[in-house]
């Protein structure tokens, strides 16, 4: 007989070495830990980080005896008294089988080495469906951006500029993880003013699907570790669904010679799409005085305080934010060190 009680992350740390693990980056709202019934000694745990299940772990001399799936039930039961309807995993490409028997679904995977699962009502279908509905129709062809825009600047704009001019309509998914500087709603306000008198150009929101750290946590960790194992499921997701709920036929993609982890997914994104027709144009960043334009370089511009610098680096729309008082707070973050 065993017993199941939240448990400290800290507490798990051990066994997750063990087992060949490591800590999220992202600290878990709920830890669960699996213990003999009179027992003290930790069999079993898993964590609950924001919808996503992470960090399942099971002795390796206790395997066999329905741990994993005493875990998952307890998490998904967790989540639902969160008011969690919609939760994910990943795993290996050879346990999805078995997460598939506890009711999850498959995303995508990435044969001989990850999946991505899903379980809820409320999973990519229902995605699709609401891309769909925020997508005006247009004869010709489609292409489609995914841009995080932290914030958005004239090398965006131009990225843009060269998709719409070789397609009837575009669809620009802005990345939807708050785990940028600049907040999404932001980010969003500023690509939809930056683009509105580009008649071609739909922005809509990326949601759970589009780079985010569910499906790409190395976008934003930066870690070189799974980055190509992430992006591949990154790029599947988006040949499985988003191109044939949107009719994608090209994707556009700026090239980024100062981020080894952006070239990989390029490379990624270019393999996995050509080959179901999809043309994949990879467009030369804009240069300004012999510079690519970047955010990173806008945003370390403002933590020095060099306004002037930045200026012709950025539309009108985001050179009016960042001069503004609701910018306060994120100036004063960048002058304080913060991450660029």
């Given at each position: 007989?065993?017993?199941?009680?939240?448990?400290?992350?800290?507490?798990?740390?051990?066994?997750?070495?063990?087992?060949?693990?490591?800590?999220?980056?992202?600290?878990?709202?709920?830890?669960?830990?699996?213990?003999?019934?009179?027992?003290?000694?930790?069999?079993?745990?898993?964590?609950?980080?924001?919808?996503?299940?992470?960090m399942l772990a099971v002795d390796p001399d206790r395997q066999g005896e329905d741990l994993l799936a005493k875990l998952v039930?307890?998490?998904?039961?967790?989540?639902?008294?969160?008011?969690?309807?919609?939760?994910?995993?990943?795993?290996?490409?050879?346990?999805?089988?078995?997460?598939?028997?506890?009711?999850?679904?498959?995303?995508?995977?990435?044969?001989?080495?990850?999946?991505?699962?899903?379980?809820?009502?409320?999973?990519?279908?229902?995605?699709?469906?609401?891309?769909?509905?925020?997508?005006?129709?247009?004869?010709?062809?489609?292409?489609?951006?995914?841009?995080?825009?932290?914030?958005?600047?004239?090398?965006?704009?131009?990225?843009?500029?060269?998709?719409?001019?070789?397609?009837?309509?575009?669809?620009?998914?802005?990345?939807?993880?708050?785990?940028s500087l600049f907040p999404f709603e932001v980010r969003l306000s500023l690509l939809r003013q930056g683009t509105a008198d580009?008649?071609?150009?739909?922005?809509?929101?990326?949601?759970?699907?589009?780079?985010?750290?569910?499906?790409?946590?190395?976008?934003?960790?930066?870690?070189?570790?799974?980055?190509?194992?992430?992006?591949?499921?990154?790029?599947?997701?988006?040949?499985?669904?988003?191109?044939?709920?949107?009719?994608?036929?090209?994707?556009?993609?700026?090239?980024?010679?100062?981020?080894?982890?952006?070239?990989?997914?390029?490379?990624?994104?270019?393999?996995?799409?050509?080959?179901?027709?999809?043309?994949?144009?990879?467009?030369?960043?804009?240069?300004?005085?012999?510079?690519?334009?970047?955010?990173?370089?806008?945003?370390?511009?403002?933590?020095?305080?060099?306004?002037?610098?930045?200026?012709?680096?950025?539309?009108?729309?985001?050179?009016?934010?960042?001069?503004?008082?609701?910018?306060?707070?994120?100036?004063?973050?960048?002058?304080?060190?913060?991450?660029?």
């Amino acid at each position: 007989m065993y017993t199941e009680r939240k448990i400290r992350l800290e507490d798990a740390l051990p066994l997750l070495e063990r087992c060949g693990l490591t800590r999220s980056n992202q600290a878990p709202q709920y830890t669960v830990g699996i213990y003999e019934e009179d027992g003290e000694e930790l069999l079993a745990t898993g964590s609950l980080v924001g919808s996503m299940l992470q960090m399942l772990a099971v002795d390796p001399d206790r395997q066999g005896e329905d741990l994993l799936a005493k875990l998952v039930t307890h998490l998904l039961r967790e989540a639902f008294q969160q008011g969690i309807c919609q939760v994910y995993l990943f795993t290996r490409y050879e346990k999805q089988a078995f997460f598939q028997g506890l009711g999850f679904s498959l995303v995508a995977d990435v044969p001989g080495k990850a999946a991505l699962l899903e379980w809820g009502q409320e999973g990519i279908q229902t995605y699709c469906r609401r891309l769909r509905a925020q997508v005006p129709p247009a004869e010709g062809s489609t292409g489609a951006l995914v841009m995080n825009c932290n914030p958005f600047t004239l090398g965006h704009r131009y990225l843009i500029e060269q998709a719409a001019n070789l397609c009837d309509r575009v669809v620009v998914l802005a990345v939807e993880e708050d785990l940028s500087l600049f907040p999404f709603e932001v980010r969003l306000s500023l690509l939809r003013q930056g683009t509105a008198d580009l008649p071609k150009v739909t922005v809509i929101p990326g949601g759970r699907y589009v780079i985010s750290s569910l499906t790409f946590p190395s976008y934003f960790t930066k870690a070189q570790e799974l980055a190509e194992v992430q992006a591949s499921l990154d790029a599947e997701v988006f040949r499985r669904h988003l191109v044939p709920a949107l009719g994608i036929q090209y994707r556009f993609l700026g090239t980024e010679p100062l981020s080894p982890v952006t070239q990989l997914y390029n490379q990624v994104v270019t393999r996995t799409l050509e080959p179901v027709g999809v043309s994949v144009r990879l467009i030369p960043r804009l240069e300004v005085e012999g510079e690519p334009v970047s955010a990173s370089r806008v945003r370390a511009l403002l933590g020095e305080g060099r306004m002037e610098a930045i200026r012709p680096l950025v539309p009108h729309c985001t050179w009016q934010y960042l001069n503004s008082p609701d910018c306060s707070g994120i100036r004063r973050r960048l002058r304080e060190g913060a991450e660029l």
